[in-house]
């Protein structure tokens, strides 16, 4: 008889990381496979481009393939030709700027260098719910500060909630998933009143606005810009991002930062898709017309609705996970965001191009002519779903079963 061995415990994380909850990666990308023949997917919930990117990226990458040896090496350590063609594009000096995989590599990086242990940060509420695991990650449990009403400028409430000591606060500008804006001149004024503060203002989605604070980078030591190539440029799979930041800020950053990090491929297709700003162009344009027709068309059915000047917009519902699912039975793929605190009801959709906003509401179509309550803000008594527990419960609603995204 052979006796069993005792289970050996699993090695033990870090005391930080084992209060965490695992990450709930949110995708519809298996409920796309699955769609019937014919349907065509509306994948509306990650706020990606809605349309492939410029032919220049597909013929950049095909033609980098066809020189096939250069796959065996490293990628350009410094990228430098991306970071001199996004010099020219931000007008900041390409020493002020490193290209990361994903600006959420970026957020990644300014979490390990700035904060540690005990070290007081800021977010605004509600946040990107990516930014909170990189903070997390360093042992650090950002204090959300939230404005009387979410969808105001945050401004105030930060002047009267960051402390001499913060270490770091975290804006998105627009905000995701409010979609708020903060100011470039709210920015400078709050860098000046807390010159010891980093402020990392994630502009994820500045194209689809045009506003920017990345003109203060250069005369502002303690201001981050971070920016994506997953938005209007269309590359989100190939992940490459950017931060913008004074060469003194950049030194301490450089110090943590893999420049292996940032693929061939990624290079090569980001230098061409920021080479045709034509279609960049174009795409934003037609996303903003998408919008503001989705806007009108969710309005006139009596639905409470907010525009935003990213890619997206809310539509409040009174009950969002029968909203999300019977858009999913329809191939719409949407974002329920109603689980945040103070987020009750609302529901996130990327917009899309013109056309597809029209095939979108083609679909809602069918859907609310069997189920006409299915859109209308406030609900009835009957109407409420009991499911919002964590929107009126006492947490951030951040944790396992959100998703980030
Ligand atoms: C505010 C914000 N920042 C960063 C990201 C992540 O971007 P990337 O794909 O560059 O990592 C997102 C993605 O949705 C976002 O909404």
Not at 191 to 213: I, K, M, N, Q, W
Not at 243 to 271: E, R, T
Not at 378 to 397: F, K
């Amino acid at each position: 008889m052979t006796e069993e061995a005792p289970e050996a415990p699993a090695p033990a994380p870090c005391p930080h990381v084992q209060v965490m909850s695992p990450y709930d990666a949110v995708s519809s990308l298996d409920a796309i496979k699955a769609l019937p023949e014919g349907t065509v997917p509306l994948k509306l919930d990650w706020n990606e481009s809605t349309i492939p990117p410029s032919p220049r990226v597909i013929e950049a990458i095909q033609a980098f393939l066809r020189n096939t040896h250069h796959l065996n090496w490293y990628p350009d350590l410094g990228a430098t030709r991306l970071r001199g063609a996004l010099s020219r594009y931000t007008g900041v000096p390409a020493d002020g700027i490193i290209v990361t995989n994903g600006s959420d590599d970026a957020l990644d990086l300014l979490c390990r260098t700035f904060l540690g242990a005990s070290d007081d940060a800021v977010v605004v509420w509600p946040t990107y719910g990516h930014f909170l695991i990189f903070a997390r990650a360093r042992g650090v449990e950002p204090r959300p500060v939230a404005p009387a009403d979410p969808f105001d400028v945050p401004a105030a409430a930060l002047l009267d909630a960051i402390r001499p000591d913060t270490k770091l606060v975290y804006i998105a500008s627009p905000n995701n998933p409010t979609g708020v804006v903060t100011p470039a001149g709210d920015v400078g004024r709050l860098c000046r009143a807390h010159p010891r503060t980093l402020f990392v203002l994630d502009e994820a989605y500045h194209e689809f606005g045009g506003t920017s604070a990345a003109p203060l980078v250069p005369a502002t030591p303690n201001l981050v810009v971070t920016r994506t190539f997953s938005k209007c440029f269309g590359i989100a799979g190939l992940r490459v991002g950017y931060l913008l930041g004074a060469p003194a800020v950049l030194g301490h950053l450089s110090k943590l930062y893999n420049p292996k990090s940032v693929n061939v491929l990624g290079q090569v297709g980001a230098f061409a898709a920021l080479a045709d700003r034509e279609t960049r162009e174009g795409y934003v344009k037609d996303v903003r017309e998408g919008q503001a027709a989705l806007a009108e068309y969710l309005e006139r059915r009596g639905a409470e609705v907010r525009t935003t000047q990213a890619n997206f917009l809310l539509v409040r519902v009174p009950r969002p996970k029968r909203f999300t699912s019977a858009l999913e039975s329809a191939g719409v793929f949407v974002r329920d965001r109603s689980h945040l605190k103070g987020f009750d009801g609302w529901v996130r959709i990327t917009a899309g191009t013109a056309e597809q906003m029209r095939d979108l509401a083609r679909r809602m179509d069918a859907l609310l002519a069997a189920e006409p309550d299915l859109l209308g803000w406030p609900p009835s008594g009957s109407d409420r779903e009991g499911e919002r527990a964590g929107a009126r419960g006492g947490g951030t609603g951040s944790g396992s079963g959100s998703g980030t995204g």
